[in-house]
Nanobody
Framework: QVQLVESGGQLVQPGGSLKLSCAASGRTFSPYVMGWFRQAPGKERDFVAAISASGGQYYSDSVQGRFTLSRDNAKNTAYLQMNSLKPEDTAVYLC?????????????????WGQGTQVTVSS
């Protein structure tokens, strides 16, 4: 059974940092794209960033320069380092895996999803 489990979300002050993790189990995801999306209350799910098997990365404009992706294929885990956090970054962050090699920002292109981890940016 395939599982994606996110962790690392918590309450943080504006300007602070967090590192989210997405641990995958049930199959190896090293050949595939791992992505992050977020959903704020009452809003649609938005693309945040994604990383390909070769390490290529793509970020949404809203997080470019503040968030950084990485992955450890040996651990089947992806990470999202979030710096200079803003209140508008508050959302449930979900990781997803796309069974393909090309990065997509369209959530319908992703095959597996985690349950999400809450990030709250507030003073």
């Amino acid at each position: 059974q395939v599982q994606l489990v996110e962790s690392g979300g918590q309450l943080v002050q504006p300007g602070g940092s967090l590192k989210l993790s997405c641990a995958a189990s049930g199959r190896t995801f090293s050949p595939y794209v791992m992505g992050w999306f977020r959903q704020a209350p009452g809003k649609e799910r938005d693309f945040v960033a994604a990383i390909s098997a070769s390490g290529g990365q793509y970020y949404s404009d809203s997080v470019q320069g503040r968030f950084t992706l990485s992955r450890d294929n040996a651990k089947n885990t992806a990470y999202l380092q979030m710096n200079s956090l803003k209140p508008e970054d508050t959302a449930v962050y979900l990781c997803a895996v796309r069974l393909g090699s090309e990065i997509h920002s369209d959530e319908t292109q992703y095959n597996y999803w985690g349950q999400g981890t809450q990030v709250t940016v507030s003073s």
